[in-house]
């Protein structure tokens, strides 16, 4: 038995070596390129991804900056046999996302709505859907199928709580690990219930802090969310997973607007004068790493092998959402 523990132990630190010496020869950029390669090859031809019963999920995904991306996300999610349905809906009304988005699914449902809208609209879409676990992803990352399935069974494992891919405890922005952090980042799982209390909680903020209310939309969904299970979120290693090239670009990623770290400083503030938090061990310091964008490949500073810290800047005052309209 203690062979077998040593020989996995050796395994796996010949694959964490393996891959370093690819970071070192290829650089993350060149890294992220293979992977997305990989990946496209996998959602074109691979075997679709398949758990065990007969649970189902319902994806919802954003479009405002990168309706180049939203086609190929589709696609990966409809790639998974558990999937339900697939809810897209374009907040810019400069775009036409049907022209972006081809496929032909039943299962697909597509939206544009007529003005501007933000982030937090996507727990709207989820609670119109009327589904029991949802699964919210950020435009900028390509999961493969398989690690789709992964995390939806981590969800019906624990449904008490969200569950993520990354997030912030302390300050410290937290990728490729499974324990539990203050706010998640890039991807949502979330229960009925789960929305249902988002929905809860921002209708307090809308009666009692109306600006807080107006950042939670504009991009603090993240951090409401993240207090709507009984405890603190979770986090889980399914591996690396291919970021699009612009999740670092001003002027096309939030998180590099000037005013990101104070406002989400305030809307934790605010929700926690309300006593709607859950409990944090360094609630002072969530807000301000919780501005982190996304740190899986491109362009992060390591500062240990599998935690990220990075700076931030801050955003146009944060606007109201509106209701969309399905199209046809």
């Not at 074109?44 to 649970?55: E, K, L, N, Y």
Request: with cysteine.
């Amino acid at each position: 038995m203690l062979n077998a523990v040593l020989c996995v132990r050796d395994v796996v630190r010949l694959r964490v070596n393996h891959l370093r010496w690819l970071l070192r020869v290829w650089g993350r950029p060149k890294l992220n390129s293979v992977l997305r390669l990989w990946w496209e090859l996998c959602v074109r031809w691979g075997r679709p991804a398949v758990i065990p019963g007969d649970a189902q999920l319902t994806v919802v995904l954003l479009s405002y900056m990168r309706p180049q991306n939203i086609e190929p996300i589709v696609r990966a999610s409809l790639k998974c046999e558990f999937v339900s349905k697939v809810v897209v809906q374009n907040n810019n009304p400069d775009i036409d996302i049907l022209q972006w988005v081809k496929v032909e699914d039943p299962r697909l449902r597509i939206y544009n709505s007529p003005t501007r809208q933000y982030a937090g609209a996507r727990w709207s879409v989820a609670a119109r859907e009327g589904a029991s676990y949802y699964l919210a992803i950020d435009d900028d990352i390509f999961l493969f199928p398989s690690q789709i399935a992964r995390l939806f069974e981590r969800l019906m494992a624990d449904p008490s709580v969200p569950h993520g891919i990354s997030g912030v405890r302390q300050a410290t922005h937290l990728v490729r690990r499974d324990e539990n952090v203050d706010v998640l980042c890039q991807l949502y799982l979330a229960t009925a219930e789960h929305v249902r209390r988002f929905h809860e909680l921002l209708g307090r903020l809308e009666a009692e802090a109306p600006e807080e209310y107006a950042i939670a939309q504009h991009y603090g969904d993240d951090i409401v969310i993240s207090q709507c299970g009984e405890s603190q979120p979770r986090i889980h290693n399914v591996g690396l997973i291919p970021m699009c090239s612009s999740s670092y670009t001003k002027g096309v990623a939030l998180h590099q607007l000037e005013d990101f770290p104070r406002d989400r400083l305030r809307l934790l503030q605010a929700l926690r004068q309300l006593n709607l938090c859950c409990p944090y061990r360094d609630a002072s310091t969530v807000c301000i790493a919780g501005s982190l964008g996304p740190g899986h490949l491109v362009k992060e500073k390591q500062t240990s092998r599998d935690s990220v810290k990075t700076e931030f800047q801050n955003s146009p005052p944060p606007r109201k959402h509106h209701h969309a309209r399905k199209v046809h």
